[in-house]
T-cell receptor, first 111, second 115 residues
Framework: GQQLNQSPQSMFIQEGEDVSMNCTSS?????WLWYKQDPGEGPVLLIA?????ELTSNGRLTAQFGITRKDSFLNISASIPSDVGIYFC???????????FGAGTILRVKS | NAGVMQNPRHLVRRRGQEARLRCSPV?????VYWYRQLPEEGLKFMVY????????ESGMPKERFSAEFPKEGPSILRIQQVVRGDSAAYFC?????????????FGSGTRLTVV
């Protein structure tokens, strides 16, 4: 089945630092989505990307849809303690209804 | 303005018992998706249902697992004769149309523990 390779697996950073994480795949995806999951909760959508090359921002978050349609990255600028959580990338194939998720990046912020 | 409601939040079952997980989609949404999350892993697709129909069950284990979304009432994910390996968080999501492009809305999940 399709697989998304997400890296890094975890990050422990100082408050105020910028963060970068990415996802790659051997398959082409039509849509890339980035989610955040807090402990004991479901994933919450952060950013959705629909076109190759698209760069989208949501506050301190910026995400890009790779030109090859096989990768995406998420940047968080000036991290704060509430950024702590697990970040997942997810891809959707053309005409698909099921999301393929990466294994997640655990973000810890030291204040 | 309720989102996707799942209950129970936590469920403990002994091996061999049945587990019933309920999902009420966002009001007006007629498409429901179930995902399973094992510890320290991403979510894995299980099944996609529209009212009274199973559209895609390619992620469902062949035995013991079933799902329904009746005309009235919540969607139910049923696991018969649970085993330890069924312990996981089960998430339901809903969308107004059969399109996942907008990243559909997830519930808070049901955490199943099999003892």
């Amino acid at each position: 089945g399709q697989q998304l390779n997400q890296s890094p697996q975890s990050m422990f950073i100082q408050e105020g630092e910028d963060v970068s994480m990415n996802c790659t795949s051997s398959s082409i995806f039509n849509t890339w989505l980035w989610y955040k999951q807090d402990p004991g909760e479901g994933p919450v959508l952060l950013i959705a990307l629909y076109k190759a090359g698209e760069l989208t921002s949501n506050g301190r978050l910026t995400a890009q849809f790779g030109i090859t349609r096989k990768d995406s990255f998420l940047n968080i600028s000036a991290s704060i303690p509430s950024d702590v959580g697990i970040y997942f990338c997810a891809g959707l194939m053309e005409y698909g209804n099921k999301l393929v998720f990466g294994a997640g990046t655990i973000l810890r912020v030291k204040s | 303005n309720a989102g996707v409601m799942q209950n129970p939040r936590h469920l403990v079952r002994r091996r061999g018992q049945e587990a019933r997980l309920r999902c009420s989609p966002v009001k007006g949404h007629s498409h429901v998706y179930w995902y399973r999350q094992l510890p320290e892993e991403g979510l894995k697709f299980m099944v996609y249902l529209q009212k009274e129909n199973i559209i895609d069950e390619s992620g469902m284990p062949k035995e013991r697992f079933s799902a329904e979304f009746p005309k009235e009432g919540p969607s139910i994910l049923r696991i018969q004769q649970v085993v330890r390996g069924d312990s996981a968080a089960y998430f339901c999501a809903s969308s107004p149309l059969g399109q996942a492009d907008y990243g559909y809305t997830f519930g808070s999940g049901t955490r199943l523990t099999v003892v």
